[in-house]
């Protein structure tokens, strides 16, 4: 079933082994933060670290893997119509807009969307892992500077993941402006068997 994630919130949700996640970029530009956990132990998660040093890469796309913080495989990139996603930045934070964007007052965040998605799942808020940020155009220059661009993603274009152990997980529909070109807009998702 397709589902959409309204403008800056999230979703949550549980993906067999061998099922397939697709997440699309409806309107364009909209990055959607991924956590995936092991369903049978929520200790193991998605990492940022292993996948970029197994997959030897910090651009990750079709025909890659995403790897735990145990070292095993939890999802492959079996189609990615856009190429530019992004492992490197956090989830956007409350710590996020008042550190980087001088917002006092509370914002919408991925980190809060993504502890809110994952709650029916008893998975607290200290345990959610650096996101794959999929659409996320994050570039650096030769001195290291980090610079988020707009994301190069088209409206309807996608990625699918393919599940190689049972998950559970979350996406959001990204909260932070510069991260979408300066404007807000849905995420969707769908799972299924077969593609």
Not at 77 to 94: H, K, M, V, W, Y
Not at 146 to 169: N, R, W
Not at 176 to 184: E, H, K, P, T, V
Request: glycine share 6%.
């Amino acid at each position: 079933m397709l589902k959409t994630i309204p403008i800056q919130s999230g979703d949550s949700f549980t993906l067999k082994k061998g099922q397939f996640l697709k997440v699309i970029d409806i309107k364009g530009e909209q990055v959607s933060d991924l956590v995936v956990f092991n369903a049978n132990d929520y200790n193991e998660k998605i990492s940022a670290g292993k996948s970029m040093d197994f997959e030897e890469s910090i651009l990750l796309t079709t025909g890659n893997f995403i790897w735990s913080n145990l070292g095993n495989k939890l999802l492959k990139i079996i189609e990615d119509t856009n190429g530019r996603n992004d492992f490197l930045l956090a989830p956007c934070s409350q710590e996020t807009f008042e550190i980087m964007y001088g917002i006092k007052e509370e914002h919408p965040s991925c980190f809060n969307n993504l502890t809110n998605a994952l709650k029916k799942f008893d998975i607290p808020y200290y345990d959610i892992p650096t996101a794959f940020n999929v659409f996320m155009n994050v570039q650096f220059d030769q001195a290291g500077k980090i610079s988020v661009l707009p994301p190069t993603s088209k409206a309807g274009d996608y990625v699918i993941f393919e599940a190689q152990i049972d998950l559970v997980g979350a996406l959001t529909a990204c909260s932070a402006s510069d991260s979408n070109g300066g404007s807000f807009k849905p995420i969707q998702f769908e799972i299924v068997d077969t593609i």
